[in-house]
């Protein structure tokens, strides 16, 4: 008959645990892990998953069931939770540049349900999401995402270390990110819709009597989707120069 040894049990309970909230952190903010287009079983699937195949590498010499053990928990999901954070702050960008497009070319009032949040966004945006996010899956970032969780565990362990006042405060520098990256991503194709709003300025003067709401409204949106068409090809490299500053941050973050 084995016997288990309370103290081994004890070990075994803490290690899931802090497994678990690391990864449910990642997964409660991550994109493509945490978005609500995906089922709950599906996610809560893949959390428990990740957590069974990443508890052997949490050790922790912690009771789970004291007041060292619940704050031990918070800290691991502020540090899954911080890691999942930075990276939806780059999706966001992208989404976000997808909007100033679609505003550009007049298309600010086409808007489709949002899964993710539950209101509504433009379509512009939530194609540009899509894409990157097929970008992402097709880079196998995802996989590099659960690597880095998985070295997190030997980098940052628990009960040793957390991420300190000067990690969070990278993190909401890096929210600065969530600007300068829209302007990136949207920066072609609203530079061409400026010069179609200049050629109808000078038609205005040209011919002042011309219905403009009439005449460019259409022709706007011909030129938008045209523009948006060439400049479609320069959203990955501006979404991969934003992932390479995420990562970086992200692997700080995991201590490396």
């Not at 089922?39 to 428990?48: A, T, V, W």
């Not at 949002?114 to 097929?134: A, E, K």
Request: proline letters at 5%; glycine letters at 10%.
């Amino acid at each position: 008959m084995t016997t288990v040894d309370l103290a081994q049990l004890q070990h075994m309970l803490g290690s899931l645990m802090w497994a678990m909230g690391r990864v449910g952190g990642l997964c409660l903010i991550a994109p493509v892990f945490g978005d609500a287009v995906s089922p709950q079983r599906i996610r809560l699937g893949i959390m428990l998953v990740l957590t069974a195949v990443l508890a052997p590498l949490a050790p922790a010499s912690v009771d789970p069931m004291t007041a060292d053990g619940i704050s031990l928990m918070v800290s691991q999901v502020l540090i899954g939770a911080a890691i999942g954070f930075v990276l939806k702050l780059i999706f966001e960008a992208v989404s976000f540049g997808g909007q100033l497009v679609g505003q550009s070319m007049s298309l600010g009032f086409a808007e489709t349900v949002d899964p993710r949040g539950g209101g509504s966004s433009p379509v512009i945006s939530q194609f540009y999401l899509l894409m990157v996010t097929l970008l992402f899956l097709a880079m196998d970032g995802h996989l590099r995402l659960i690597a880095l969780l998985a070295e997190s565990f030997r980098t940052l362990p628990p009960g040793e270390a957390a991420i300190g006042p000067d990690g969070f405060h990278a993190v909401v520098a890096f929210a600065s990110q969530l600007f300068g990256g829209a302007v990136r991503v949207a920066l072609p194709a609203t530079t061409s819709l400026l010069l179609v709003n200049l050629g109808f300025a000078a038609i205005s003067r040209a011919a002042p009597s011309m219905n403009l709401f009439a005449v460019g409204f259409p022709i706007t949106i011909t030129l938008g989707f045209v523009a948006l068409w060439l400049s479609v090809r320069s959203v990955p490299g501006a979404f991969e120069s934003l992932q390479n500053s995420a990562w970086t941050l992200m692997h700080d973050l995991a201590g490396g």
